[in-house]
Structure formats: structure tokens, C-alpha cells
């Protein structure tokens, strides 16, 4: 998947905002706060994370940022985890639908700060703009 990965331009933008900062940082751009939020099952924040993240709410943690970022593709674009993880099966519908509406389509998406690598913001991008 992560080959065909190509957008014509990356609509993540990148600011160290966190919570009901960072929802608020992006609405004012006119986009989405790509983050979990501990208030409400209703982010798009990514439930999987890599080791010394030290990340809290996620559900399982993986050797590395590219494994925690296509666990999140995964667990949008398929079943693979929801045996596992009934808990997210709400907020996977609610992404889905988020990004099915199309009102996302070219809108920037918040993320706290360049990995040097992708991230799960750019998968996010990918699944609304592709």
C-alpha cells in the first residue's frame, strides 16, 4: 500500500497543538486535528502506536512508527482488528464516515511535529483525498 501512497501535494500541516488546543488550531484553518482526544470517541486520533511513544489511549503498541501507522490503515480499511478491539468500532465508523462525506477532500490535517517519515496523518490524507 505505502507504494502507492503518492498525493500530489500533502495537505498535514504541522503544529504543536495538543486536545481542545490543537481542535481548535485547525478549525481556525478550516481543517482537522488529527490527534486523539480524550473527551469524546469522535477524533481521528490513531489507536496504535510505536515503541517510546509513551502514548496514552492506544490499544497496542508496535516495534515501530511505520508498523503503528499501517495498523491504522488497516484498521480503517479493513476487519482486522475489530475481533480484537470492539471498543473502536464506533470511532473507525465515524472516521469512515468522516472521510466518506468528502468534506475533507484538500483540507489541512494537524499534526504535532515532522517525523522524517509518514505518519498516520499522511495515511489519513491518502484515505480522503486517493
Not at 63 to 68: G, K, N
Not at 78 to 96: G, S
Request: aromatic share 14%; glycine share 8%; proline share 2%.
Amino acid at each position: 500500500m505505502e507504494n502507492e501512497l503518492v498525493l500530489e501535494k500533502s495537505n498535514v500541516v504541522y503544529r504543536q497543538v495538543f486536545g481542545k488546543a490543537g481542535v481548535a488550531y485547525a478549525d481556525s484553518i478550516g481543517g482537522l486535528f488529527s490527534l486523539r482526544l480524550w473527551y469524546t470517541d469522535q477524533h481521528f486520533g490513531n489507536p496504535f502506536t510505536h515503541v517510546g511513544s509513551n502514548a496514552q489511549g492506544c490499544v497496542q503498541e508496535f516495534d515501530t512508527v511505520r508498523e503503528a501507522r499501517m495498523a491504522y490503515y488497516t484498521w480503517l480499511t479493513t476487519k482486522q482488528f475489530d475481533d480484537m478491539y470492539p471498543e473502536l468500532l464506533e470511532r473507525k465508523a465515524w472516521i469512515n464516515k468522516e472521510i466518506a462525506s468528502g468534506k475533507w477532500k484538500g483540507k489541512p490535517i494537524v499534526y504535532y511535529k515532522r517525523l522524517g517519515e509518514l505518519s498516520h496523518a499522511d495515511m489519513l490524507d491518502y484515505l480522503i483525498n486517493k
